[in-house]
């Protein structure tokens, strides 16, 4: 998929407004949120619990529509495809990791990773390529109860990639994993991008993942508070800092 310099970017969201009620209250999850990746990016989103960034992936992969505002994902505005057209493009154009793994308990890992795939031929192939690669060949018939957290995790990761997605949202995919296993998940997305030219936006409070995006967005109250190019050598301080300042520093500098 070559891009052109006259290719819409992946991920477009202008003046998204999104709210909630709760009870007799209206939250705004998000408030005139900006964000533009462009293709091959890896950028992470960071930010203050409630600060709306679950509620921000979950509108760019169309799984919660807007209430004002425009969502385009390679150009096209989600709004105005139907359900099941967006279904579809979702399957075959992104590849979402929550922190739920939502795994299915009476499958297999290698069946859990085919399924969104099962129509196609050689998905299992796939299934297990992805699983090789993910350092799960030993596992690939256990069924998720007798897989660890982390190697759930992963069999959730294989799950998103296996329709080849050009564009990856991950929410806190190193919550539930050991430092190291998820210092290798990001690892492996930092190659998705950069090796791969995937587009991808991760949501993530550790400093020590944020690091290896190209660029940190920093939210607040549903609105892009700050953003900055991620400091050079994986430092993990150097992002901390960065982070702080971000939120400490008066509104739109
Ligand atoms: N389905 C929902 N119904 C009602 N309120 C919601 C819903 N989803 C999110 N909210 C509210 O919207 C705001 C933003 O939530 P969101 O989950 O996007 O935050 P977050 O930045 O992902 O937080 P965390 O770091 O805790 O995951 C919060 O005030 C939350 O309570
Ligand atoms: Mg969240």
């Given at each position: 998929m070559p891009e052109t310099p006259h290719s819409p970017p992946p991920l477009e969201v202008s003046a998204v407004v999104k709210s909630f009620s709760q009870g007799t209250t209206e939250v705004?999850?998000?408030?005139g949120t900006e964000l533009s990746v462009a293709a091959g990016e890896f950028v992470a989103i960071m930010g203050a619990s409630g600060s709306g960034k679950s509620t921000l992936l979950h509108v760019m992969a169309g799984l919660a529509g807007v209430d004002s505002g425009s969502v385009r994902v390679e150009g096209k505005d989600l709004a105005t495809m139907k359900d099941a057209v967006l279904t579809r493009f979702r399957r075959d154009r992104i590849g979402l990791v929550f922190q739920?793994?939502?795994?299915?308990?009476?499958?297999t890992a290698e069946d859990n990773v085919r399924l969104p795939v099962?129509?196609?031929?050689g998905s299992l192939e796939k299934a297990r390529k992805l699983l090789d690669k993910l350092g799960l060949q030993a596992r690939r018939h256990h069924k998720p109860d007798a897989l660890s957290g982390g190697e759930q995790q992963r069999v959730a990761i294989a799950r998103a990639l296996v329709s080849d997605p050009a564009i990856i949202l991950a929410d806190e995919?190193?919550?539930?994993?050991d430092s190291a296993t998820g210092q290798e998940l990001c690892r492996l997305l930092r190659g998705l991008s950069s090796d791969e030219g995937r587009t991808i936006v991760m949501v993530t409070h550790e400093p020590a993942v944020a690091m290896w995006a190209d660029r940190i967005v920093v939210l607040r109250d549903g609105r892009r508070l700050a953003e900055f190019a991620t400091p050079a050598g994986h430092d993990p301080e150097a992002v901390a800092l960065a982070y702080q300042h971000a939120l400490h520093a008066p509104a739109g500098s």
């Amino acid at each position: 998929m070559p891009e052109t310099p006259h290719s819409p970017p992946p991920l477009e969201v202008s003046a998204v407004v999104k709210s909630f009620s709760q009870g007799t209250t209206e939250v705004r999850a998000l408030d005139g949120t900006e964000l533009s990746v462009a293709a091959g990016e890896f950028v992470a989103i960071m930010g203050a619990s409630g600060s709306g960034k679950s509620t921000l992936l979950h509108v760019m992969a169309g799984l919660a529509g807007v209430d004002s505002g425009s969502v385009r994902v390679e150009g096209k505005d989600l709004a105005t495809m139907k359900d099941a057209v967006l279904t579809r493009f979702r399957r075959d154009r992104i590849g979402l990791v929550f922190q739920a793994f939502n795994l299915i308990p009476v499958l297999t890992a290698e069946d859990n990773v085919r399924l969104p795939v099962m129509d196609q031929p050689g998905s299992l192939e796939k299934a297990r390529k992805l699983l090789d690669k993910l350092g799960l060949q030993a596992r690939r018939h256990h069924k998720p109860d007798a897989l660890s957290g982390g190697e759930q995790q992963r069999v959730a990761i294989a799950r998103a990639l296996v329709s080849d997605p050009a564009i990856i949202l991950a929410d806190e995919p190193t919550g539930s994993l050991d430092s190291a296993t998820g210092q290798e998940l990001c690892r492996l997305l930092r190659g998705l991008s950069s090796d791969e030219g995937r587009t991808i936006v991760m949501v993530t409070h550790e400093p020590a993942v944020a690091m290896w995006a190209d660029r940190i967005v920093v939210l607040r109250d549903g609105r892009r508070l700050a953003e900055f190019a991620t400091p050079a050598g994986h430092d993990p301080e150097a992002v901390a800092l960065a982070y702080q300042h971000a939120l400490h520093a008066p509104a739109g500098s």
